[in-house]
T-cell receptor, first 113, second 114 residues
């Protein structure tokens, strides 16, 4: 399944399928981007990050893609599992902004068996 | 692993009370942050600190103050709590300049102001 921007805040995915969560960031001066996962009742947990001099970075079952031309960031989760059900946040850091991250509103991912 | 500990998981206070939310990190991080999280609004930055006794306003500082007397501890203060401050409060820390921007979050404090 694919979620475009922040207009579809809930993404329903079947277990085993790949998930794609999209994020449109706002500032062309942003030089660092990060994805967090937040499970119910917990604080956000780091998933993966990427700097603006890269366009792709891979982790374990996750890939982040950055398209600076259209200011778009996406998180791909391979073989989605029930434990991937959570809210996912993207965040950006503007260059020279003292490490301040600006967060998006989040996308709720629901994995169905 | 970095541990960011928030003193209370749930807190119920009355309007007008002074409220202290405490946060401690154990990795000698320079930067510490307070965010509030509300449904549909994501995380919004209240205050942050990049050094002991230093503080900077975030995007929504009104009604809040902070204190950082020691490097490992960052406190959020609601001088006179109001019902619109009912929210989830998240503390975070990061290594700082040269050490990375990745934030490490605590588990959050759910504050209800009645």
């Amino acid at each position: 399944g694919e979620n475009v921007g922040l207009h579809l805040p809930t993404l329903s995915v079947q277990e085993g399928d790949n998930s794609i969560i999209n994020c449109a960031y706002s500032n062309s001066a942003s030089d660092y981007f990060i994805w967090y996962k937040q499970e119910s009742g917990k604080g956000p947990q780091f998933i993966i990050d990427i700097r603006s001099n890269m366009d792709k970075r891979q982790g374990q079952r996750v890939t982040v893609l950055l398209n600076k031309t259209v200011k778009h960031l996406s998180l791909q989760i391979a073989a989605t599992q029930p434990g991937d059900s959570a809210v996912y946040f993207c965040a950006e850091k503007v260059s020279d902004s003292w490490g301040k991250l600006q967060f998006g509103a989040g996308t709720q991912v629901v994995v169905t068996p | 692993d970095v541990k960011v500990t928030q003193s209370s998981r749930y807190l119920v206070k009355r309007t007008g009370e002074k409220v202290f939310l405490e946060c401690v990190q154990d990795m000698d991080h320079e930067n510490m942050f307070w965010y509030r999280q509300d449904p549909g609004l994501g995380l919004r930055l209240i205050y942050f600190s990049y050094d002991v006794k230093m503080k900077e306003k975030g995007d929504i500082p009104e009604g809040y103050s902070v204190s950082r007397e020691k490097k490992e501890r960052f406190s959020l203060i609601l001088e006179s709590a109001s019902t619109n401050q009912t929210s989830m409060y998240l503390c975070a820390s990061s290594p700082g300049t040269g050490g990375g921007e990745k934030l490490f979050f605590g588990s959050g404090t759910q504050l209800s102001v009645l």
